[in-house]
């Protein structure tokens, strides 16, 4: 097996076990008492034929029966236990890994989300830490047991007859090398398996995101086709796996047959002779079915651990990623709070691109004024509004607010005052006074209503019967486009903020709207700072400031009046839209 693999399975699941050492050890005396009662099994079946059915003696039959019995009773009782409390640290060891995986994945910055890949985030975070989860419970419920059976029944193997201790070690040698054949093609097609999944998350999220687009271009076949692809692509691989565990227990059975009927033929024959005894064979059979059912053991082990090692390699690949944007050692904090924001020479280039998507970029939003960045598709809007709370970070020069480089400040310190409205807004499955009081849960019915009015939503708020308590499912499907804008500008509006960020926020609102939107925003809002990205000019008319972008350059900046005079590229903008209406 790869030895980087079970580093990886002993990273991730040592830190959690040393948690539970207390269940650990109760655990343990469990599986000895289950162990030691089986062990003594076989020996009184063998006495119950030599001295009881042998010599016709009632009484030893009872009295071996009734210990048999005791035996068995205490057996159950230990094994039941044992699974509950295997069961116990199981599943708590899982919902720590779990609880570990989703805090990283929380630090990530939109760069090391982009890496992984939010199907495979997912995957990771469920169906690789249940395979882990599975794991540990067979680990201690199964593998613990395994070695002492083996052990123990070849030690009262060979105390009841050491002539036939070559047949166990036969049977046990064949089987062993059974199991190191199978598990050494296990292995990789468990790690390709894994892949796989994602492989095929990847494209039903995408299909199912992208899905009326799809429709609309009469591309369902091609989809399908692509779905198919990957989907077969995983089958061919379960199927692999699924063969190769099918051939593993029936391995282990005929092994198993065979050893104790050579056991059974070799014991009669010394029977013949006068050198054993027939409970002795029955208690030796009954010893090499334990010895080879602890290999067996094992063997449902080997089923289970290599794909363990997988999941933990790539549930370790997250918990060991170093995030890309870190709170400073020495944070500073800004003696005031007035939102101002200051650009010096960004320059920004996503990881791996040969182009920066953002160049010598400087821009001073001063608290109070409205900020609007102009420009096309492509052009790095986004990515310029996405530096100031650092989602990612510049490549070069600086991004300051209140003062103070971002980078110089801890992101939740950075976060108070400021709210963020993204591109496409994606509520958060609840209600809506759950959406709205996101930012500010002590926030008044009041504020809410104040916050509805100036984004336009108060009207198909509370013109349904259920208002602030009507349902919103994941991502706000149930509501139209331009109610999910409205609704998570009201959302950023209520936490009070000193600077707001907007990325194109009006792009599925009427004019009438986004103009009585961004009216009551320059009423509301005398003192907050505002940075909007925008395409259309009517987004932008009123702003004290509009940046035009143009491959991640500033090619103009001014107010509505001096850029339609000044700059060429401004006029054509606004040319070309009034065109269209």
Do not use: W
């Amino acid at each position: 097996m790869n030895t980087s693999k079970d580093r990886s399975l002993r990273t991730v699941l040592l830190p959690h076990i040393r948690r539970y050492r207390l269940s650990l050890s109760v655990l343990l005396i469990l599986q000895l008492t289950s162990v030691v009662t089986m062990l003594l099994l076989p020996n009184l079946n063998g006495r119950i034929v030599d001295e009881g059915i042998a010599n016709a003696d009632v009484d030893a039959i009872v009295a071996i029966g009734i210990t048999m019995l005791g035996l068995a009773g205490l057996n159950l009782l230990a094994s039941v236990s044992a699974t509950i409390v295997g069961s116990r640290i199981s599943t708590g060891i899982g919902r720590e890994i779990r609880n570990d995986t989703y805090s990283r994945v929380q630090d990530f910055s939109d760069s090391d989300l982009r890496r992984f890949g939010v199907p495979s985030l997912i995957t990771r975070s469920t169906n690789d830490t249940s395979q882990l989860q599975t794991a540990v419970f067979m680990t201690m419920t199964v593998l613990a047991t395994a070695p002492l059976l083996v052990v123990g029944g070849t030690v009262f193997a060979l105390s009841a007859n050491i002539q036939l201790a070559p047949l166990v070690v036969l049977s046990a040698s064949c089987l062993t090398a059974t199991v190191v054949l199978i598990v050494r093609k296990l292995i990789p097609n468990y790690a390709i398996l894994q892949t796989s999944i994602d492989r095929v998350g990847r494209v039903l999220r995408e299909q199912l995101a992208g899905i009326a687009v799809i429709r609309s271009f009469g591309r369902e076949q091609l989809e399908s086709d692509r779905f198919g692809a990957a989907n077969t692509d995983l089958t061919a691989t379960a199927r692999r796996i699924g063969s190769l565990q099918a051939v593993l227990l029936p391995s282990v059975l005929v092994i198993s047959n065979f050893g104790a009927a050579a056991v059974i033929g070799v014991g009669a024959i010394l029977v013949g002779k006068g050198s054993m005894e027939v409970g002795e064979i029955i208690a030796f059979v009954g010893y090499l079915t334990q010895i080879l059912a602890g290999l067996s053991l094992g063997a449902a082990m080997v089923a289970v651990l290599p794909r363990a090692q997988v999941s933990a390699r790539r549930i370790r690949e997250v918990l060991e990623t170093v995030p890309t944007v870190q709170d400073p050692a020495s944070p500073h904090t800004p003696g005031s709070r007035r939102g101002s924001v200051e650009l010096q020479g960004v320059e920004f280039r996503y990881p791996g691109a040969a182009k920066a998507i953002l160049s010598g970029v400087d821009l001073v939003c001063a608290p109070g004024t409205t900020t609007v960045i102009l420009g096309g598709t492509g052009d790095g809007k986004s990515s310029l509004l996405s530096l100031i709370p650092r989602f990612s970070d510049v490549s070069a020069g600086r991004v300051l607010v209140d003062g103070i480089d971002v980078r110089d400040r801890r992101r939740d310190d950075l976060y108070d005052g400021m709210s963020y409205v993204a591109q496409v807004p994606a509520l958060l499955s609840g209600t809506l006074e759950s959406n709205l009081r996101l930012g500010r849960p002590e926030a008044s019915e009041a504020d809410l209503r104040s916050a509805l009015e100036i984004a336009c939503a108060d009207d198909f708020v509370f013109r349904h019967e259920q208002g602030l308590d009507q349902e919103v499912h994941h991502s706000g499907k149930n509501l139209s486009g331009g109610q999910r804008q409205r609704l998570a500008l009201a959302q950023a509006l209520v936490a009070d903020p000193r600077l707001l960020l907007l990325d194109d926020p009006f792009s599925a609102l009427d004019p009438e709207t986004e103009s009585n939107i961004s009216r009551r925003l320059r009423e509301a809002l005398p003192d907050v700072t505002v940075v909007m990205t925008a395409q259309r000019v009517s987004s932008a008319a009123g702003a004290d400031t509009i940046v035009v972008l143009t491959d991640g350059r500033i090619e103009a900046r001014g107010t509505h009046r001096e850029l339609s005079t000044s700059s060429p590229t401004y006029r054509e903008i606004l040319e070309s839209q009034a065109a269209l209406r």
